[in-house]
Structure formats: structure tokens, C-alpha cells
């Protein structure tokens, strides 16, 4: 089971185990809240070992009777509240989801698997911002006490507080991957690249917030599941796995790099999107730098990323610029409409 496969990182991982494993029964578990698209998952939404349910993990019963009906053998949980804004808007919501959602999980995969625990996984991908904010030097590593936050990460840490939990104390096999942030297609344009490309797009102000030298480590989305792929096969169970794209760049740098490239590809005068930049008030508590130490998934594993960072943004633009249908769609709430009407509001 996978929970959260029409996300932005769900659907990509979804497509990639429904074709590499045509063995697997790959169920996917999602509620399709504003950031679920069935529309990412095109590609594979009539092959024989996929199959969706549109549930919310929240409902422990649901969730419950999903697990028990179907006897999964692993489980790769991504379904979240993502956003850190959203956070700062709506904790509790985030609290819902991220927490008692993982704890509902848990509890259905600790029943299930009471009796024969072993080649059983539940995998839990979670966030590099667990472990705060560094300053102008240092690396996140899997012994970094956490120390999160935004209310998002603060729910995040505490459902791999849960996870761990479970592993001790009730012999649940799991594994945890905390990563940096993700780019590529499909992502939800309220996250910084697709939103500044959709904003270059229409020529509308690009809102940097602060001083716009707060530095993430960005990764190319294929690149976290060849992780994935990796730590769900071969990861030692009660393992976490720091995963990163060793790209640090200060947002304001990557802004720069979405505007160029854009301009290159509209055939804009160059530097003319550059002059949409906007300084905006900063996001309260903003974390200032994250950067992850990959080192134990690349000596314990042999992972390495595959996407180099000139070859990931700019392809990134070109989708979003070549998929203008996908982005209006999801900004403009047609598809929630569709989807509320297609399986009834919840
Ligand atoms: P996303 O917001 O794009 O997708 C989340 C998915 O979860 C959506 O399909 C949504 O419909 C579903 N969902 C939300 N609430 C649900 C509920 N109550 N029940 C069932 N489904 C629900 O998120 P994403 O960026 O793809 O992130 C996926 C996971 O990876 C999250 O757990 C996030 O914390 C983690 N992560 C993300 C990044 C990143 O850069 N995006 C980096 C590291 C870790
Ligand atoms: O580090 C992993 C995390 O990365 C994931 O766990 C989260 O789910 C994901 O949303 C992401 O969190 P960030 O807060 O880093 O991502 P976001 O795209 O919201 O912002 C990236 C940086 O850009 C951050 O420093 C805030 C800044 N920003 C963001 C937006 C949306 C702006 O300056 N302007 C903006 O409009």
C-alpha cells in the first residue's frame, strides 16, 4: 500500500513501482485533498496491479478494514498535510493527518502483522525539517536531535516518534527516511519552484520571502525514489536514512536560475522575469538553512542521485511550461470539483 499516491512524490513513486514490479499488487490510499490528482496517475490507472481507494487515514475504521482486506505485505505511508504555510494557517489540521493518520496506520499494520512480523515494512517517509534550522555550517544527520519548528514539522517528528515507538515496543518493522525538498513535475504550485514558474508564466510577481538567503537542499524527485526504492528492499528495519541532494542554494539564487531559464524558454528578453521578483514579509519561524549529510544511505546502500541540478530545474521548467493545462487545472480548483462530484463530498 502506498498512502498519499496522488501527491506530488506519491504519484511518481506509484508509477515507478506499478511498472518495476508488475508482480506487486501496488494499492493506493488517498483522500485526494487539494494536493491529491488522479490525473498524475494517467499512466498506469488501468494496469492490472493498480488499484485506488479514495479514503482518508484519519478514519481509523477505514483504514482498518483496508489493511485487513487486502493483507499488505509493506506499506510506504506519504500521505501528509505537506505545506509549511498551510501549517501556520491551520495546525490542527496538520495534527489530524500527520499524526493520529500514522498512528491509525500503525495500529492496522501492528494487528495485522502480529502473528508473522518478519519480511513485513512499514516504511515512513518523513522530512528533513525534523531536525530544525542550521546555521552557515553543518550537515543534518541521522543522529541530529530534533528540534522542529513549524507546526508541520512538529507533526512530523512526532509521527516518527510514533513509528520508532512501535518498533520498540511492539517489534513493528520499520524504517524512516527523512529528506531535503523535492522538485520536479506534478508538484502542487503553492511550493516555491512551481508556484514561481507558474507566476513567470502569467507575468505576475514572484514573492521572495525575508531577505531571500534562507538556503534548501534541493533534490530531484526520481532521485528520492530510487531512495526509496532502495531502503524499502534492502533498509535495515528500525534504520533512518537521511536522504539529500548535496544542491544547496539560497532561494534567492534559485529564483534567478527559474527566471533565466524561463526567459531562455519563452523567448523573453533576458532579466525581463528577474524584474518580477517582490521581497515579501517573512514566513514566521522560517527556518534559515537545512543541508542533509547523505553519507550512510550512500556507503550503506550505493545510492547516488542520477539527476544533476542543470539537467533537473531546467527540465522541470520545461514541464511545467509544457503542461499549462495540469497547472491551470489545479489552481483553478476544477479538478477538487470534479473529484468531490465523481465520488461524492466527504
Ligand atoms: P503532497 O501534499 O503533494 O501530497 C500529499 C498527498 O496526501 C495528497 O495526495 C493528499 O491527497 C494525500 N492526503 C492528505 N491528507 C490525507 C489523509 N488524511 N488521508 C489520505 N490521504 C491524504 O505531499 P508531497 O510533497 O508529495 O509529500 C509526500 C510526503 O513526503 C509527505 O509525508 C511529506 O512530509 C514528505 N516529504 C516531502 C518533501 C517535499 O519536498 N515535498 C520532502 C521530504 C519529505
Ligand atoms: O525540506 C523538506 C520540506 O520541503 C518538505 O518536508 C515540505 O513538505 C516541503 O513543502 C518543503 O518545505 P519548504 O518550506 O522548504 O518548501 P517551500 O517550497 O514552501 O519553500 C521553500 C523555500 O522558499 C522556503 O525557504 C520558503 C521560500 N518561499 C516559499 C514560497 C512558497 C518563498 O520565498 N516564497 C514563496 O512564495
Request: proline share 5%; charged share 25%; glycine share 6%.
Amino acid at each position: 500500500m502506498i498512502t498519499g499516491g496522488a501527491g506530488f512524490i506519491g504519484s511518481h513513486l506509484t508509477i515507478y513501482l506499478v511498472n518495476k514490479y508488475p508482480d506487486y499488487l501496488v494499492v493506493n490510499l488517498d483522500k485526494l485533498t487539494y494536493a491529491g490528482n488522479l490525473e498524475n496517475l494517467k499512466s498506469i490507472e488501468n494496469k492490472e496491479n493498480y488499484h485506488f481507494i479514495k479514503g482518508d487515514i484519519t478514519d481509523s475504521g477505514l483504514v482498518e478494514n483496508i489493511v485487513e482486506k487486502f493483507q499488505f505485505d509493506g506499506i510506504f505511508h506519504l500521505a501528509a498535510e505537506s505545506h509549511v504555510d498551510r501549517s501556520i494557517q491551520a495546525p490542527n489540521e496538520f495534527a489530524m493527518t500527520n499524526i493520529i493518520g500514522t498512528l491509525n496506520l500503525l495500529n492496522a499494520a501492528k494487528n495485522l502483522w502480529k502473528s508473522n512480523p518478519r519480511e513485513k515494512l512499514f516504511y515512513h517517509i518523513s522530512t528533513d525539517e525534523v531536525y530544525g534550522s542550521l546555521g552557515s555550517t553543518g550537515l543534518f544527520r541521522e543522529n541530529t536531535p530534533y528540534d522542529p519548528r513549524s507546526p508541520y514539522s512538529a507533526s512530523k517528528a512526532s509521527s516518527d516518534h510514533f513509528v520508532r515507538a512501535y518498533f520498540h515496543t511492539y517489534d513493528i518493522p520499520v524504517v524512516i527516511s527523512n529528506c531535503s525538498n523535492n522538485y520536479g513535475p506534478f508538484q502542487f504550485p503553492e511550493k516555491l519552484i512551481p508556484l514561481m514558474i507558474n507566476n513567470i508564466l502569467h507575468q505576475k510577481n514572484l514573492p521572495v520571502y525575508g531577505d531571500g538567503k534562507n538556503v534548501r537542499d534541493w533534490l530531484y524527485v526520481e532521485d528520492h525514489i530510487s531512495a526509496m526504492d532502495l531502503i524499502f528492499h534492502s533498509g535495515k528495519p528500525g534504520e533512518t536514512y537521511n536522504i539529500g541532494g548535496e544542491n544547496e542554494m539560497e532561494n534567492i539564487e534559485l529564483v534567478y536560475l527559474l527566471c533565466d531559464i524561463s526567459d531562455e524558454l519563452l523567448q523573453r528578453p533576458m532579466g525581463s522575469s528577474r524584474e518580477l521578483i517582490t521581497f515579501v514579509k517573512d514566513r514566521p519561524g522560517h527556518d534559515r538553512r537545512y543541508a542533509i549529510d547523505t553519507s550512510k544511505i550512500k556507503s550503506a546502500l550505493h545510492w547516488e542521485p542520477a539527476t544533476s541540478p542543470e539537467e533537473g530545474f531546467r527540465s522541470t521548467v520545461q514541464w511545467y511550461l509544457d503542461n499549462r493545462d495540469w497547472l491551470k487545472s489545479v489552481t483553478s480548483g476544477d479538478y477538487k470539483a470534479y473529484y468531490d462530484k465523481f465520488y461524492g463530498t466527504d
